[in-house]
């Protein structure tokens, strides 16, 4: 079931939110680098149109709808300032999986900001969500992401071997997942 009730998810340094109209130039620009796109789905440059219409859909949208993704910005709390997002897929089969993902403004990369959204949004969903599994998925030449689902505590279950056709190559899947009680015993 959504929920029709999210409002944020604090961390120490950052918040999760909706996005709001305001967030466009800045979620434009950084998904229109070339280094930030390129392990992920979209091509840059990155048109303002589909920012946009990404953006007016999330605002109709609520967390944790079965078949569904939610893009959570992440803001700076210090200073409000957007860095990023993360989102979130609920199986539509099995509302009590979920999928994760993340991306950082390149100048936010290294700090710490990727790990800290995430795990804020694991909290979120095994807390909030009653979620019992969550998985992760990642291209193995990006060293960064999977140093980041390590550091959560999700567990490599697989390394699919060209499993996905992404922007005229076949490319491996990394695979992660963490259960529920395995988030207990981490967070205790």
């Known amino acids: ?25 800045v979620f434009v620009a950084y998904r229109s680098e070339p280094d930030v796109a390129r392990f992920q789905s979209w091509a840059a440059p990155y ?4 920012g946009e219409r990404m953006i007016r859909g999330l605002l109709r949208e609520h967390p944790d709808t079965p078949g569904q993704w939610f ?9 409000g300032e957007l860095i990023g997002d993360c989102t979130c897929g ?22 710490g900001y990727a790990t800290e959204a995430a795990g804020a949004l694991l909290g979120y969903l095994f807390s909030a969500r009653a979620k019992h599994r969550v998985t992760a998925r990642c291209d193995p030449r990006n060293a960064a992401s999977m140093a980041v689902l390590e550091r ?8 699919l071997l060209e499993s996905t056709w992404a922007k005229g190559e076949w490319t491996d899947d990394l695979l992660f997942a963490m259960l529920e009680r395995e988030w207990q015993a981490l967070t205790r």
């Open 1 to 25: 079931m959504p929920d029709r009730h999210f409002t944020t998810v604090p961390a120490d340094r950052l918040v999760l939110r909706r996005f709001a109209m305001k967030d466009l130039p």
């Open 47 to 50: 048109p303002r149109a589909t």
């Open 71 to 79: 893009q959570f910005a992440i803001e700076l709390r210090a200073t």
């Open 90 to 111: 609920t199986d539509l089969e099995d509302s009590r999986q979920a999928e994760i993902g993340f991306t950082l403004r390149p100048e936010f990369q290294g700090r």
């Open 152 to 159: 959560l505590g999700m567990r490599r279950e697989g390394h």
